[in-house]
């Protein structure tokens, strides 16, 4: 078992930045895909960026391209999503998961954290 904690989230202004972090425990996520998503009022839950066990690489959605990046520290467990130019369209609530396949489904990852919530005002 995977245990996931999201923290990082808040409100920001549109066009700032935020840094997510999610940090894992019970097992080394050393050979776990891991994925971001994200989940807007009234919408269906979204991949937003993944980056596989080995080697670390990264695969984001046209939406965020070029403005989030993911980045992991298996030394220490964690996975960081970086946002910079965040539009009000970024307003969600983001999840950290972890998965055995290299994927942007949610229904294909097997841990997920609580969430946390990102605001971005206009």
């Known amino acids: 078992q995977v245990q996931l904690v999201e923290s990082g989230g808040g409100l920001v202004q549109a066009g700032g930045s935020l840094r997510l972090s999610c940090a894992a425990s019970?097992?080394?996520?050393?050979?776990?895909?891991m994925g971001w998503f994200r989940r807007a009022p009234g919408k269906e839950r979204e991949f937003v960026a993944g980056?596989?066990?080995?080697?670390?690489?990264?695969y984001y959605p046209d939406s965020v391209k070029g403005r989030f990046t993911i980045s992991r520290d298996n030394a220490k467990n964690t996975v960081a999503l970086q946002m910079n130019s965040l539009k009000p369209e970024d307003t969600a609530v983001y999840y950290c998961?972890?998965?055995?396949?290299?994927?942007?489904?949610?229904?294909?990852?097997?841990?997920w954290g609580q969430g946390t919530q990102v605001t971005v005002s206009s």
């Open positions: 998961a972890a998965g055995s396949l290299i994927t942007t489904r949610s229904r294909d990852y097997d841990y």
């Open positions: 019970g097992r080394t996520i050393r050979t776990y895909n």
């Open positions: 980056i596989s066990s080995s080697p670390f690489t990264t």
